[in-house]
């Protein structure tokens, strides 16, 4: 197809956001998916036992699973506005399980040169295009759930330090990242305070007030990201995180 002038446009067409969120445990984060209205949860883990009712398919434990549900809101009607997959890093395992049996070995990583996690991250695109299918064509907001991992960064301008990063191997984390198009951190706000030993030294603890926050901006201790110049940090809330959007704090 040739582009003409005629097809330019001036107008940014908005659909609903892409969310990744990733966090340290027991923080609320399926709870968090189940207060968007209108969602359903697609299981990859048995989480849902603290969440009032709400719609989700049975626990996904194969490709097949995960595959059909997808293809089951892409090609019928229905009246739900957001899908929620809860969470990514146990719906890695089942991709990987796909590939061994494809490859008919074992593990994944006995797939000589390091192929079976390349493999693998086909299947994720082949994931994301039922997920932008769902956006562009149902539209619907996508809300990926994951765990976080403790790990360590090697910039190439400066020495390596730890940071909270998405528990996924790092093609497949490399990948959801692009095409989210909001990555938040979450974790409990916590302020460092000076205090004097017994001994008379200075020391800095860690105090928490509980308070639960979501970053949206990358910084050296945490992975994250926006494309709509949201506030650096934002309430633990699906409100707080469309009025972020709106460059609302």
């Not at 506030?231 to 995180?241: G, L």
């Amino acid at each position: 197809m040739a582009f003409k002038l005629s097809d330019i446009k001036k107008k940014i067409e908005r659909k609903p956001p892409r969310v990744l969120i990733h966090g340290v445990a027991g923080l609320g984060k399926t709870s968090l998916a189940a207060s968007i209205p209108g969602v359903i949860i697609l299981p990859t883990e048995d989480g849902l036992a603290g969440v009032k009712d709400i719609a989700h398919f049975p626990l996904a434990k194969t490709y097949e699973d995960v595959m059909s549900a997808l293809h089951e809101l892409v090609e019928n009607d229905h009246d739900y506005k957001a899908l929620a997959i809860d969470s990514v890093d146990w719906l890695e395992p089942i991709f990987w399980a796909k590939v061994c049996a494809d490859e008919k070995v074992d593990a994944v990583e006995n797939i000589p040169y390091g192929r079976g996690y390349k493999i693998a991250v086909e299947l994720w695109r082949k994931y994301t295009q039922y997920l932008n299918r769902l956006r562009n064509e149902k539209n619907m907001v996508i809300f990926q759930i994951a765990h976080t991992a403790i790990r360590t960064f090697y910039p190439p301008d400066s020495e390596s330090y730890d940071r909270y990063e998405i528990a996924l191997h790092k093609g497949a984390s490399a990948l959801l990242q692009e095409h989210s198009d909001i990555v938040v951190f979450g974790n409990y706000d916590v302020n460092l305070v000076k205090s004097q030993s017994k001994m008379g030294k200075q020391e800095k603890r860690a105090v928490s007030s509980g308070e639960r926050k979501l970053w949206t901006q990358e910084r050296p201790a945490w992975l994250a990201k926006n494309r709509y110049a949201m506030p650096e940090s934002i309430d633990f809330s699906w409100d707080a995180i469309l009025n972020g959007m709106k460059g609302e704090k």
